[in-house]
């Protein structure tokens, strides 16, 4: 009983609520009309699509660097490899694969400069990681304008310059993973197999990660820097290396997003990007200083589950759309639910 | 701790007393601003008419003003409108006729929102010049985009493009 | 104050570059493209004059949770909010001119002081790390707001003008239409200097609060909200109410945000229902930052300085870069980017120089020192 | 006005923490402006009557205290420290309490400014009153007088040197108008001599306006020249209560460290050690708290060479220096080959191991499992424990190598836990300080420093601890440089102890030395007194 009582608290009530609310929604869904299967194949979808960039977060979590904010910073790598790819007219496979690999140098690069800045600042990284996100979002909009982009699907069409705002990916790599080996089943359930099978590689590439050595160093220095220095190892490195492992995996986790949404969007659209991904992971169970592979899934499932699960229900139950107001109030709710919690820090 | 040094701890009692009266006052004056803003700052409509009414003849023109507001011209059989804030207005009307200009003081209700006042009526004095106008129109329905933006933007929503056609 | 270590003038300049290095790249910046822009001095110095009324009540409202060591205020949004509760009835009210406005700061108010306790308690919970829990806590309360506005409104709390109500016949609308109060605070008095209107109303508010401030640091509870931003630890000891003085300062923050943001939009003349307050802590936190601000260390010089440097740049920077570039665009998100990019440099900057100040410090006690425990001129001073 | 009421009488006061008893029937009393010095080792006792006497919520949570406190003769029992402070007790702490960014004055009279009221008073309580800023500087001004010393009232504190801030913090605490005993915890630790001297100075004002005062301090020569009355403290009991006329440092020192029973003491014939192992020139350590000055010296192969002094000598910084740890300077080589500095992996890949004084800091990862904790330094520096994938292109935590490292020394250690997986915060003191030795031990290090093995563990892991690292000195040949607050600990294992004193090793002795030269040393006297 006291154990459970532990077990508990140690889980939040929040989570529990939130937890029990998306099994009342599932149950609820039948009987006010909604089809379970089909709203199970988008949540299974949605899951696919937004689980690396909630990946992407583990790294510095366990770094001891926070939660990562600055998340954008990765996104836009991913936003150069895919206008790239298309630009030089790489479509299908070779186009996405070739954008993951065009993506890859920048995300290093910037996601070592970015560490280099949150090195230099321990202790605010989270609210400064948020504007270096957001400049870096601003600044590259002013870019995507300037760019010399030509290729006439993605440029605007009457100026010839300046890359749209939304660009489609019909033609080059839409749904490129979700349609691989998909299972349908009925009418309304689709398994998306290749996204699943792409995510599930992702999620088993970290796990791998954080149990080599540096894997292992980087937990430690989270865990308890002065260890790990005393052990050797030094804590910067540590913390910029988990930054880039987060920029690459963001810069991934966002080329994934938009071939399952269909488009690339540019300009301010990566802004809020961080926030859905830090609200998920930490309703998964993880804290500002502990996570793993078992909260990026249970967290991705439940808060994308929320999402699709609630603007069907709720809306037919009460007969208007409240879930806009119930998913900014969970996800804001669960993240400073976590930043204001004791972080057992255990001295 | 603090509270020591300030208070002197020589007459407890008044300090009370002076705290409870000084927070009466600040309720007070919170209440009799509110009060003040509710009453004065009551925004009306007073639609001043120049027509035939009741077997008064209309005015071939004139000139209207309430308050310290620019005079309006009104031809006969015009009607034009002032928003003026408060209850109780001063209303001048040249006839342009060489006569001295009529004066007269109206005192609207608070809930008005639109009175419609008679010139004629005001000069004829009849009591009351004005009645209330009510307009009969609704309000415009509004459009799609009058409903907030969300907050996250395209980050989070974005179901599957195909999966909203289901 | 005096400053007892005589600099030799090259390290005073160096020294002075680095405290001010965010306003010196923002001077640099807005200087290339003042000219850029070519509007005229009389457009800009209007356009300055007219931003000062709006913004600077605004920006004013960060100065005491970052005297009393809490950051940058990001919750303050909340006080916005609670301003825009007030214009609503206000409006729905129908009272108009100036009466509106004081109408919708009485309104405001217990709003104000609710919900900025509420962020006390919050922030208090979230030591270390108050300005990304205030700021996630100005997206949390933006849901409210809007389940308050978009689905209480008319349904619960009655709202009796249909003209500002949904044709569903509950929530207000997106936009509300302020007509009735619309700068009626800057034309109370208004003074027209050569080419140029001032709003010396809206002026004297901001002085008056300015005069507020001063006064409140003589305060005892200033000066115990200037000893706890420096050292929690001491301050308590020494019997100072630690966590009830910072949740003073987060009231007192989020009330003077309440009116700020009043005048804010009796200026703008209409309200994005929905909207108005999501940038408000982003402008008024660069503002104080463009100014030379801290996180640690504002002072009124940097609130003025501030505003007017930022919205300098927000005047010439889009036709700048409309000439430059051929496009306005370029210039909105040029603009935009440097506000986020400054706000993170100065954050930056304050986190490195606050250790680099740490290592110096100790500096001291470093090295096989030679002879007794202390420098030598210790010993003098004692004398 | 003849009283003959002491001031200050303690009787009887006894405190055990969770069965450890600190402190038993421990009675004196202090009269109206008289000083008493107080003194003894660390662990003596000091800290604890310290507390009880100001009511620190501590000693509630614990329990309480046996005895009685009285103030002027009536029985007190202050609930907290402001309660003490309300009643004229003051305390000068070790370390500064003051506001870095405020003025002298500012301190002095901090919350306890003298303010006008006005109309927002009436509004919004007492804390909207202004200060009135000249009649702080009036207060603070005469408070400084008092001392009969020279501050600027208008000076920052962080732009002061440290003898100032000391002085401030005696001002703020003789401002109160009704200070009647002062206590002063090594307020002359951080002075220079010659400033020590102007604040014995001013004690003796303090005295002689009436203000008793309870003065704490290791350097002996001080409580001689200063204290009327000297108390001396040794295992939470009252050893010696006398004048302090006539009495000698050397006498102090003996009360202090005195055992009854003196038997732990040995003389070894049977030792053969080998050349210079370790050497240190003139290193210097920022160890916050326990900042090494000068330190020089030398250690053999195969020996046992301890580190004693009083906490806060800099004791505890020699190997957090040479670890890399905390900024250093100077030089260290070991076996002849220069160790760098400043960098902890430097001196890991010298061979030397670390087992640190602060476990639940810097020995242990709390939330993570006991093979983690003992494996993750071996495998840092040395790559064990790793399994290697294709071909060496990366390398992953074996897991079963991890496993079989921690059950061995769970075994060899007599670890009591509930398995490898156990999370190392759920183990006792005891065992999560041989989870720190088994962590060094798996380095297989050529030279081992143990900070201050034995704090915070009981007995029986204490003998136990104490036996694994004489074991290993002997069978392993390894060189052991053990860091402890515990004489007798170093006196029963050591082949050579130094005391630190002020950032520097105060003398060298062999362990059969004569108690009272430790406590000499200790005391601040020079090695060549101690000797004598």
New interface residues.
Partial sequence: MNKLKTAVADFGWPRIIIFFFVVALFVAAPLVGVRVDGALSDVLSRFGQNGILVLALVPMVQAGAGLNFGLPVGIIAGLLGGTLSMQFGLSGWAGFLGAVGISLPFAVLFGWAYGLLLNKVKGEEMTIAMYVGFSMVTFFAILWLLLPYSSPNMVWGYSGTGLRTTITLDGYWTKILNDFLAIRIGRFFVFPTGLLAFFAAATGTMW?FL???TG??M??VG??P??A??????SDRMRLVSVVVSTVFGAVGILVYQQSYGFIQLYQAPLYMAFPAVAAILLGGASVN?ASMVNVLVGTFLFQAILTMTPNVINSVLQTDMSEVIRIVISNGMIIYALTRKT?V?? | ???K???GAKAPRRIAL??V???AL?AAVYLGAGAWALISGKSHTILVDNKPVGGLEAFRLLEVSIGRQEPLELGRGERDKFAVQGQRHRVKIDLMNGTDPVEATIALPYDAKMVLLSLPKLVAGVEPAWEPFETGQDAPAPVADELPEELFGAAIDLAPPEAGAD | ??T??KLPSAARVRRFAADNVVVLIFLSVTAIAVPSSNLSASYIIQDLLTRYGRNAFLVFSLLLPIMAGMGINFGMVLGAMAGEIGLIFAVDQGIAGVQGLLYAVLVGAPIAVLLGWIAGQVLNRARGREMVTGYILGFFMDGVYQFVVLYLMGAIIPITSKAITLSRGYGIRNTLGLDSVRQSLDKLLKLELGPFDLPMATYLVIALLALFIV?FR????G??M??IG??Q???H????PVERTRILAIVISTLLAMVGQIIFLQNMGNMATYNAHRQTGFFAAAAILVGGASVAKATIPNVLVGVGLLHLMYIVVPPAGARLFGSAQIGEYFRDAMSYAVIALALALHAWRKRANAESA?AG??????G????A???G??? | MPDDTPLLSLEGITKDFYGTTVLRDVTFALKRGEILGLVGENGAGKTTLMRILFGMPVIAETGGFGGTVRIDGQPVSFRN??DALDAGIGMVHQEF???????TT?NIM??????R?N?????F???????D?PAMTTRATKAIERLG??LDP???VS?M????KQ?TEIAREIDRENVKLLVLDEPTA??????AE?LLDSLRRLAAQGISIIFISHRLHEITAVADRVVVLRDGQLVKDTSAKGVEVREIAAWMVGREVDANARVRSDRKYGGPALEVE???V?M?GE?V??VSFSVREGEIFGIGGLAGQGKLGIPNGI?G?F?A??TVRLHGKHVELDA??A???AGMA?V?E?R?????????SLD?NIA??A???K?SY?KRWLGGL????DEKAMRALAEQYIEQLEIKCTGHRQKA?ELSGGNQQKICLAKAFALEPNLLFVSEPTRGIDVGAKKLVLDKLRHYNRDEGTTIVMVSSELEELRAICDRVAIVD?GRIAGILPPDAPLADFGLLMAGERAAEASA
């Fill in positions: 791998l149990r080599s050595k292992t160093a937990t430690a865990s308890n002065d260890f220095r005393a052990g050797g190892v030094s502990k057992k255990s001295k | 701790m603090s509270g040094e300030v208070a002076r705290r009266v000084a927070l600040v | 104050m005096k007892p270590f006064w003589r305060t005892k509870l000066q115990d200037r000893a420096q050292d630890t001491v301050s000891s020494a019997g100072i100790r006690l470093r090295g096989a020192a030679s007794a425990v202390q420098p001129k210790t010993e001073g004692a004398e | 420290p402001f309490s003051l506001i870095p960014g405020f003025t500012e901090l919350n306890r400014e003298p303010s009221r109309v927002a008073v009436d509004l309580g007492p804390r909207m009153a202004t200060l800023r010393v020279e208008d000076m920052l732009e040197p440290v003898g100032h002085f951080v002075l220079a001599e010659s400033e102007i003139r290193l210097w920022d916050p900042t000055r000068d670890m740890l900024a300077g100077g902890p992996r001196a890991l890949d670390f640190s602060d639940r800091g810097v020995g242990l990862l709390l939330d993570e983690w993750f330094t495998m840092q520096v790559g790793l990366f390398s992953l935590r915060k002020e």
